[in-house]
């Protein structure tokens, strides 16, 4: 398995601002990535972090608004820029290990976001 | 491309009776399936997995879901609730055949444990 660590736990922010949500893990991982949980739903992929490469986005989801680093294997940061009362959401970092065929997925506790 | 749809927005049972979530996928390669839990205001959490091995697996809390090809369900069953599984349940699946580690998840179903 995997600890992640997020920071922060939770915030809540003007429209207009940004927030800058971390990641950390206690070993290095090659894959990472960043979830959205809106209220009440389920979780949709935003982006693939990449170590020393630009994140891969998903359908949907642009770099201007959600800027992401990846400067190690073991740490990461997504950006929620300009924000508005939208973008308030869970949003969750997780890593993929390989364990036997397939990869094992591990989520962060998440960064409960509120925008007012 | 790959998803799943889970059959019930909400279930609720009462403790010390079985409990079943329904879930169907669509995949055109044989997929890797998973269930996760979510309890409020905590962390998703592995129940189990299903690799092409085993068809009945066995994962953690007394929980275990069955992959049926020729249904295209991988359901999850519990012999007997407990009020701790009341919780929010999602039935996942592996992008394939890139094996990028990207996961699809379910809409998820809302388990209710009743005294």
């Known amino acids: 398995s995997a600890v992640i660590s997020q920071k922060p736990s939770r915030d809540i922010c003007q429209r207009g601002t940004s927030l800058t949500i971390q990641c950390q893990v206690d070993?290095?991982?090659?894959?990472m990535f960043w979830y959205r949980q809106q209220p009440g739903q389920s979780l949709t992929l935003i982006a693939t972090?990449?170590?020393?490469?630009?994140?891969?986005?998903e359908s949907g989801f642009v770099i201007d608004k959600f800027p992401i680093s990846r400067p190690n294997l073991t740490f990461s940061t997504l950006t929620v820029s300009n924000m508005s009362p939208e973008d308030s959401s869970i949003y969750l970092c997780?890593?993929?290990?390989?364990?036997?065929?397939?990869?094992?997925?591990?989520f962060g506790p998440g960064t409960r976001l509120t925008v007012t | 491309a790959q998803s799943v749809t889970q059959l019930d927005s909400h279930v609720s049972v009462s403790e010390g009776t079985p409990v079943l979530l329904r879930c169907n996928y669509s995949?055109?390669?044989?997929?890797?399936l998973f269930w996760y839990v979510q309890h409020p205001n905590k962390g998703l959490q592995l129940l189990l997995k299903?690799?092409?091995?085993?068809?009945l697996v066995k994962g953690i809390n007394g929980f275990e879901a069955e992959f049926k090809k020729s249904e295209t369900s991988f359901h999850l069953t519990k012999p007997s609730a407990h009020m701790s599984d009341a919780a929010e349940y999602f039935c996942?699946?592996?992008?394939?055949?890139?094996?990028?580690?990207?996961?699809?998840f379910g809409q998820g179903t809302t388990l209710q444990v009743k005294p």
């Open positions: 997780s890593v993929a290990r390989l364990a036997g065929v397939s990869y094992e997925q591990y």
């Open positions: 070993s290095q991982v090659t894959m």
């Open positions: 972090a990449n170590q020393g490469s630009e994140a891969t986005y």
């Open positions: 995949s055109s390669y044989s997929p890797s």
């Open positions: 299903y690799t092409s091995a085993a068809t």
């Open positions: 996942v699946v592996s992008e394939e055949p890139s094996n990028t580690g990207k996961l699809i």
